[in-house]
């Protein structure tokens, strides 16, 4: 019925930045509606997360329990279930992240509560919620309304807002954990990145190549490309889910984030859990669709088929080096 | 080992100038394809039918258009399948699509089901997670590897950064695939002989036990309208004949970048 | 009459797109075609998919559908791979003649092993060097004579595709020397292996395109073959021939539309992008218009192909003028819409990386093979206006 509530996420012990990015929206929200804003963070030794999170928040609920030690969606639900019954919120905003993904929908499902889901900005009026998320791997904006209700969830993408501190010192408050029951699921363990031969991350220019590329056997063409550039090779998902390149190759959120000067996309779209992980100084796109949402965030923009433009380019960068 | 798994048929906008009409696309003239995701989907599904025996349902909400992406789980292996179309489901969002999609699950026999993790249309990423909430469900989402033991599913999932998760559930279970889990077959000629001759069973609302207030316009949310994304960054778009192109952007990448 | 595909037929043709696509990228046909290598990987997945024998019934290997499935299969595979396609689709040429005319016992042999690709390709060895298309007029030079259990066979067939790798061979041979007319003295037989056997010697002609397919002479000297090797009774081959021919035709249509799509989408794709004098080049009538001719041609001629094809799958039979028609058309209007591409393009057209010059360099084979356009035309007029002696 009131408050917006933010679900923080945390992982390993580090909290993750889509905590803070969605506690400045919801400040944004807050401040705009006269809404107080609380923060919500469940797990094992949250203490820590609490006192970090009360710079951004009026409120922080922590939850803290040694059963919480490893994720668990359904754990989640079953406790944010009783959080939902205790506090009526009128707003929960979860992370559109493997985490949060994982366990918004059922519990919107199971509390009949509506739901939306990676949304890039929302509005508040009064109690009215309005959502803007995107379809068609973000070729279109949506608008989405709220059947009106005490409650909304909404789950944030990553990377939209800025994760700052908004500087308020928040009240702590230790919530004991709702009892719940055992869940089917069992945590195994975490399996971390493999450590490749090549380090994408460390890049100051990048030939990026994806599904445009058309085939396995254009590869090495690339690969020598980059190579006459001073550049490496990194790729797109699809590449990797063709097992063209190896995933330590991947820009994106499920892969790497890359910081160089120079991003040269080759035939990537630009689904946004790519460009999400391009933070270029200058972003060079080479597509057939002038209408890619890779042009979205590219400097330069060439449209053309990439299979003669590269080649072509060699010569010319090869030119440019031989005249130093 | 009875396999359920979900299929939605949904434009190919990869190349398409795409239109707005209204709350929706214009769709005339756009091919159609079963989402990219479910079809690694079914691919796991066939693939687990093959090694532990059972039988795979395959399940759509839609109108008969939506029969070519049951084909096609026919074609790949699928025994049987299952077309939910009623012209109230129309509006129905995430929620409300796993409301209908469990509504028609729980009436089959089934072990482990299995949904895409999203679909390239409205790209919810929700559906099936919902649908496990409904039908009371172990599940995990986003598994990009999936082993089955003894009644347990061991499954990995994707999480940020390279890191992956993994997790054990009891059968029977809901899982939902992220591409690049295997490598889905081509559909052969055998296939398709194979799926003309099975029926596509094909229910209305009344027939599947789902509360019809939830659903279609109904949901939880409604899409009010749609627009062309803002431009973010106004790109520079080199034009010229292919050898000049490549000129311009030598210079560029020598002078901005400073790269050699 | 309805003219739409229905389920199967769209779903078949979705299937082949798929595969062709992803299998058949312009850098591995112009691989292909650089190296003049015969597609050997991709026939054995085509085999498997059930592409190439999915006209062939059930109980010997295939798939059991007809030739308008198979027409569908050849038009996807012919729109990426061009003359790659029509190597693919080459490789069952004269196996209709063995599933029509051939014993139980040979196709329960070598029909399954041909479905699987294990016995392909497949050559027919009709034409012969100083007669061509004309089997009719004289005996036939390349002569079988009985001799105990065996034929001893003599003589050289020549634009033979496929004979220096293929398994099996249909071979049309003058039985009978005397006969009145010649034709009714020509029997087929089919060679199994025969690279493997005395007196057969290939060699290969070097041709302007479709690279992927060697096209060879096969030179006969006292070549033995067992009698039950013959295909169909002794002195009817030439009408198992003719009919086979009539039949393939209408495949070799398929090819014509296919690789006429396939450049005509690159032409449209090219006129979409490329500028010239300040405007996309598509914005210029000449191209414009140039580009709705090609459409309304490849359309004509597929509606053709389709036509003779249901015909086929309905009366198991094609009047020989149909099949003309389609088999002349499909190919001409191809060769026209490759010109028709390469002008589009301009100068790149003539550069092979843009792959344009493959597709005008290989729809200009199809007007040759299976007899020219004039040999077609001979057909048709003799249809409606008779002997006119």
């Known amino acids: 019925m009131s408050g917006i509530f933010v679900v923080a996420e945390h992982r390993k012990g580090v909290l993750r930045d889509i905590t803070f990015e969605m506690l400045k929206k919801g400040r944004e929200l807050a401040g705009a509606s006269g809404e107080s804003l609380t923060a919500l963070v469940i797990g094992k030794n949250t203490g820590a997360f609490a006192e970090r999170i009360a710079a951004s928040a009026d409120t922080v609920i922590a939850i803290d329990d040694p059963k919480l030690e490893n994720f668990n969606g359904e754990i989640y639900q079953n406790i944010l279930s009783a959080i939902i019954d205790e506090h009526k919120p009128l707003l929960i905003m979860i992370g559109h992240t493997a985490a949060g993904m994982d366990f918004a929908p059922g519990l919107a499902a199971a509390k009949n509560i509506a739901i939306t889901t990676d949304c890039v900005d929302l509005k508040l009026d009064g109690q009215k919620l309005t959502a803007v998320r995107q379809l068609y791997s973000g070729k279109i904006n949506a608008e989405i309304s709220f059947k009106p209700a005490e409650s909304y969830i909404v789950t944030l993408r990553s990377g939209i807002f800025p994760p700052e501190p908004s500087g308020t010192s928040g009240k702590l408050l230790s919530a004991a954990c709702p009892d719940f029951p055992e869940s089917a699921k069992r945590f195994i363990e975490y399996i971390e990145a493999a450590t490749g031969t090549v380090d994408i991350t460390q890049a100051d220019v990048l030939v990026s190549v994806g599904q445009g590329i058309g085939d396995v056997k254009n590869i090495p063409m690339m690969e020598a490309f980059a190579q006459a550039l001073g550049a490496s090779l990194s790729c797109s998902r699809p590449v990797v889910d063709r097992k063209w390149l190896p995933q330590e190759r991947q820009v994106g959120s499920s892969g790497k984030t890359v910081k160089p000067k120079v991003y040269l996309a080759v035939g990537i779209s630009g689904a946004f859990q790519h460009l999400t992980a391009v933070k270029a100084d200058i972003i060079i796109a080479v597509n057939k669709d002038p209408r890619a949402p890779i042009f979205n965030i590219a400097d330069y923009g060439i449209t053309g088929d990439l299979l003669q433009i590269i080649p072509k380019l060699q010569d010319a960068v090869l030119k440019l080096k031989g005249g130093n | 080992m009875d396999i359920i798994v979900c299929v939605k048929r949904v434009p190919d906008t990869n190349e398409a100038d795409i239109q707005i009409s209204g709350n929706f696309i214009n769709t005339k003239g756009l091919p159609f394809d079963v989402n990219e995701w479910d079809k690694y989907a079914v691919e796991e599904a066939v693939r687990l039918k093959e090694k532990y025996g059972g039988t795979v349902t395959a399940i759509t909400i839609g109108d008969s258009e939506s029969d070519d992406a049951l084909r096609r789980a026919f074609a790949t292996g699928a025994d049987a399948a299952v077309r939910v179309s009623d012209d109230i489901f129309n509006g129905s969002d995430a929620v409300a699509s796993a409301k209908i999609l469990a509504g028609a699950i729980s009436d089959i026999k089934h072990d482990l089901v299995l949904f895409g993790a999203q679909a390239s249309d409205d790209g919810y990423g929700a559906t099936g997670q919902a649908a496990a909430a409904i039908l009371g469900l172990p599940y995990a989402s986003l598994v990009i590897k999936l082993e089955a033991d003894n009644g347990k599913i061991r499954a990995t999932r994707e999480l940020e950064a390279g890191m992956n998760e993994v997790v054990e559930l009891p059968l029977p279970a809901l899982l939902t695939i992220q591409s690049g889990i295997n490598e889905p077959r081509y559909i052969s000629i055998m296939g398709i002989r194979k799926a003309s001759s099975k029926e596509i069973k094909v229910l209305s609302a009344g027939e599947i036990s789902v509360n019809t207030a939830e659903i279609g316009n109904n949901s939880g949310t409604k899409t009010e309208k749609l627009f062309l994304p803002p431009v973010l960054k106004q790109t520079e778009f080199l034009t010229g004949s292919v050898d000049e192109i490549a000129v311009k952007l030598a210079q560029i990448l020598k002078d901005k970048g400073g790269t050699f | ?389």
Not at chain 3, 122 to 131: I, L, M, N, Q, R
Not at chain 3, 162 to 169: G, L, P, R, T
Request: glycine share 10%; aromatic share 10%.
């Open chain 3, 1 to 389: 009459m309805d003219f739409e595909f229905n389920n199967e037929q769209r779903d078949i043709q979705k299937a082949v797109r798929e595969f062709a696509e992803a299998e058949m990228s312009r850098e591995y046909m112009l691989e292909l075609d650089r190296t003049s290598t015969y597609p050997a990987d991709l026939l054995k997945k085509a085999c498997d998919l059930g592409f190439l024998c999915i006209d062939i019934p059930e109980k010997y290997g295939g798939v059991g559908y007809g030739l308008t499935e198979k027409a569908i299969v050849f038009e996807e595979l012919c729109r990426m791979g061009a003359g790659v396609g029509m190597s693919l689709g080459g490789s069952c040429f004269g196996l209709k003649v063995l599933l029509n005319s051939g014993t139980e016992e040979q196709k329960n042999r070598i029909l399954p092993r041909a479905c699987s690709g294990e016995g392909l390709p497949f050559s027919g060895a009709f034409t012969e060097p100083d007669k061509g298309t004309d089997i009719v007029t004289f005996p036939l030079g390349t002569t079988a004579v009985r001799k105990g259990g065996k034929y001893i066979i003599n003589g050289t067939k020549t634009f033979i595709t496929h004979a220096d790798i293929s398994k099996y061979v249909i071979l049309l041979c003058q039985t009978d020397t005397n006969a009145k007319p010649s034709y009714k003295g020509q029997t087929t037989f089919i060679l199994e292996n025969p690279l493997d056997k005395p007196g057969y010697t290939v060699s290969s002609f070097e041709k302007m395109g479709w690279q992927t397919s060697h096209t060879t002479q096969i030179s006969f000297s006292d070549f033995e073959l067992p009698a039950e090797n013959i295909v169909g009774k002794e002195n009817q081959g030439f009408y198992n021939v003719m009919s086979f021919l009539t039949e393939f035709r209408i495949e070799t249509a398929a090819a014509g539309v296919g690789m006429a799509q396939g450049v005509y989408e690159k032409a449209v794709n090219y006129a979409k992008t490329r500028e010239a004098f300040g405007q996309k080049i598509g914005k210029f009538q000449s191209i414009s218009h140039k580009i709705a001719d090609m459409a309304t041609k490849i359309e004509t001629a597929r509606l053709l192909l389709y036509k003779a094809a249901a015909i086929f799958d309905t009366k198991h039979d094609v009047p020989p003028h149909i099949s003309s028609m389609a088999k002349w058309y499909g190919a001409r209007m191809a060769v026209e819409v490759a010109d028709d591409a390469m002008e589009i393009f301009g100068g790149h057209g003539y550069i092979i990386e843009n792959d344009v010059a493959r597709f005008y360099r290989d729809t200009r084979m199809l007007e040759l093979v299976e007899g020219t356009r004039e040999a077609q035309k001979n057909t048709i007029a003799a249809s409606i206006l008779g002997r006119l002696d």
